[in-house]
């Protein structure tokens, strides 16, 4: 007689494809897996046993949504970034502990979420807060629903709070102008000018290195972002997967990089042994990694006293985009120079930026589809001329 698997003991299989599947039992559930690699499929079957010992520890009848969270914190963290389960961490002790924690994870219902939210929302926790509390406790929840610990998730029914509109700040074109000639001969004088000319996010610029440049094609490979700047500097992939990209760059702006190339040699010989090789394009006068509120506080400068409006940095994003789109530049295009998934992501954000193109399209439907007028008696002479041909 065969034996029989129990549970969490998974068997993996190779596919007519050339990928694998583990499938695994979990309480009589059987669940699969499949990835191009048998490596790939082993971590997922070690990850599903890890959880499964995790959620073992704890009485399920008693087990309270504070214990519950703390386990499923533990866990979490093997599977995302460093900062996100910070950022998770956070969410749950300071939105969700205090006002539900101890209400038992089984008993939990729909309307004690949907009063959490009222609740968050009368202590001007912001709308983007509230939202993203109830993504991380969905997310952990819909676990829960998997280990068969809840019947239901009761979060899947709560309603958000809607967002507000979205007002978006940016240099027009002549602001922009004079925001380059104020950084003329600044040490980052690059990473501004390129923050604008490539639209990349922050930390996507301070995670560059110059391996990613390329000066002959006249290329950045944008693959990575600064994590955690400061003590244990790690870098981390980038926001999403087409946030990994390549994009062209302008000459000047290969100009303005070869200067700061040159500027960081020579820094690098005044700095000595003090010098710490990350290998990035951006760097303090010492080659470690540029803090956000550093670089925050030096633009915020720039900016008063060049008399520009006090935008973010993040909206030199938008600044490329406006200033590409305005100048009618395919959205397809923009779309992969900011790494979005597609056109229409850009477009949701940045369409309605853009009113000239809609008077634009208007004249050229009115050219397209404008009747041309017709003298009758042009018809009838047409009609004798014809008819004179056939005789």
Not at 94 to 121: A, C, K
Request: charged share 25%.
């Amino acid at each position: 007689m065969t034996n029989r698997r129990g549970n969490h003991e998974g068997s993996i299989r190779k596919l007519p494809s050339g990928s694998f599947r583990v499938q695994v039992t979990i309480n009589g559930k059987r669940i699969s897996f499949s990835a191009p690699t048998r490596k790939e499929v082993q971590d997922w079957l070690q990850q599903i046993n890890l959880e499964c010992t995790e959620i073992a520890k704890f009485p399920m009848k008693d087990l309270t949504l504070e214990e519950y969270l703390d386990n499923w914190l533990l866990v979490k963290k093997t599977t995302i970034r460093h900062a996100t389960h910070v950022q998770y961490s956070q969410i749950i002790r300071d939105y969700v502990i205090p006002f539900i924690g101890n209400v038992r994870v089984r008993e939990l219902r729909t309307e004690q979420v949907q009063s959490l939210y009222g609740q968050l929302l009368k202590r001007h926790v912001s709308v983007y807060a509230v939202r993203k509390t109830h993504t991380v406790l969905h997310s952990a929840l819909q676990h829960a629903l998997r280990m068969e610990i809840i019947a239901r998730n009761p979060v899947a029914f709560a309603l958000q709070p809607s967002l507000p509109p979205v007002d978006i700040n940016f240099l027009d074109e002549s602001q922009a102008s004079r925001f380059l000639i104020a950084i003329q001969g600044h040490r980052w004088e690059a990473l501004f000018y390129l923050a604008i000319t490539s639209g990349a996010r922050q930390k996507e610029l301070l995670g560059l290195k110059w391996t990613d440049l390329d000066w002959v094609k006249k290329t950045l490979r944008i693959e990575r972002q600064l994590s955690r700047p400061g003590v244990g500097t790690t870098f981390s992939p980038t926001k999403t997967h087409h946030g990994r990209r390549t994009i062209s760059l302008g000459s000047q702006t290969i100009h303005v990089l070869r200067l700061h190339y040159e500027r960081q040699c020579t820094e690098r010989l005044e700095a000595d042994d003090q010098w710490q090789d990350h290998g990035l394009i951006f760097t303090t006068s010492v080659g470690t990694p540029i803090h956000p509120r550093n670089l925050l506080r030096e633009f915020k400068t720039i900016l008063k006293d060049a008399g520009l409006p006090l935008i973010r940095f993040h909206d030199l994003r938008h600044t490329c985009a406006s200033l590409l789109l305005n100048d009618n530049v395919s959205p397809i295009v923009v779309a992969r120079r900011l790494g979005h998934s597609k056109p229409s992501t850009t477009m949701d954000i940045y369409g309605h930026l853009i009113p000239d193109m809609q008077t634009e399209a208007a004249e050229k439907l009115d050219e397209l589809i404008t009747p041309i007028l017709v003298e009758p008696r042009s018809i009838e002479n047409e009609q004798k001329a014809f008819q004179r041909r056939r005789n």
